[in-house]
């Protein structure tokens, strides 16, 4: 008689690993998940202590200001104003403006880049705070990420104030903290302006950016004085 064997069937169903090294890796993942979250969730303080500032009030104790004052009284009750077509001369003039300026510069910029536009234009601000110009800016923070110690620095300047608009808790991760706090982050300031030594102003679309001042760029965008 010949003696038969029946071979051992082995179970080929995967086995799922159930041991301390996977729990803990389940642990460690969701404890990074919540400091992720709680971290896109943090929130700016509100009771950080501002420097109390009003607009320059004597404009007419500055040689443009006198020379506005002059021109206006020859035409009583109107605005006078001129539109600027070329980012050449939109760009001049506004350095023109930081090199003019005697008394204040205030600013307000959606995006500031840090191309040779935005460099040129923060060293006039620099020469004209150098020279006792106060210079105030207001920034949107939405295109400012890696650039605080730049920020710092500027604002560092006993003549220079720089002032963020809604900003970024996390300097770092914003993506997350936009989903966590879209509702404040997705209110933004657009404002475009300059003004010196409150007399004369120039307000339009173009950010300061190197991209934003060739003649071509947009049909409509258009500066006013």
């Given at each position: 008689m010949r003696a038969t064997h029946t071979p051992h069937r082995y179970n080929?169903?995967?086995?799922?690993?159930?041991?301390?090294?996977?729990r803990l890796r389940a642990v460690a993942l969701c404890l990074g998940l919540t400091?992720?979250?709680?971290?896109?969730?943090?929130?700016?303080?509100?009771?950080?202590?501002?420097?109390?500032?009003?607009?320059f009030q004597d404009h007419a104790g500055t040689a443009l200001g006198?020379?506005?004052?002059?021109?206006?009284?020859r035409h009583p009750g109107e605005s006078g104003f001129a539109i600027i077509r070329s980012g050449k001369i939109a760009f001049t003039a506004r350095a023109a403006f930081?090199?003019?300026?005697?008394?204040?510069?205030?600013?307000?910029?959606?995006?500031?880049?840090?191309?040779a536009t935005g460099r040129l234009l923060a060293e006039r601000l620099v020469h004209a705070a150098d020279r006792g110009v106060r210079v105030r800016?207001?920034?949107?923070?939405?295109?400012?990420?890696?650039?605080?110690?730049?920020?710092?620095?500027?604002?560092?300047?006993?003549n220079i104030e720089i002032r963020m608009v809604n900003p970024f808790a996390q300097r770092g991760a914003r993506g997350l903290e936009f989903l966590t706090n879209f509702r404040r982050?997705?209110?933004?300031?657009?404002?475009?302006?300059?003004?010196?030594?409150?007399?004369?102003?120039i307000v339009g679309g173009r950010n300061v950016s190197t991209a934003t001042f060739p003649d071509g760029f947009f049909l409509l965008n258009r500066q006013l004085v």
């Open positions: 080929d169903a995967p086995h799922h690993c159930t041991g301390p090294g996977k400091g992720i979250l709680f971290a896109g969730c943090a929130g700016v303080p509100k009771d950080y202590p501002r420097t109390a500032s009003k607009a006198r020379y506005v004052d002059k021109a206006a009284a930081a090199e003019l300026a005697e008394k204040t510069l205030d600013m307000q910029y959606f995006i500031w880049e840090p191309d800016v207001l920034l949107d923070d939405i295109s400012f990420k890696g650039r605080d110690p730049v920020l710092a620095a500027l604002d560092a300047h006993p982050l997705n209110h933004r300031m657009h404002n475009k302006t300059l003004v010196m030594d409150n007399a004369l102003a």
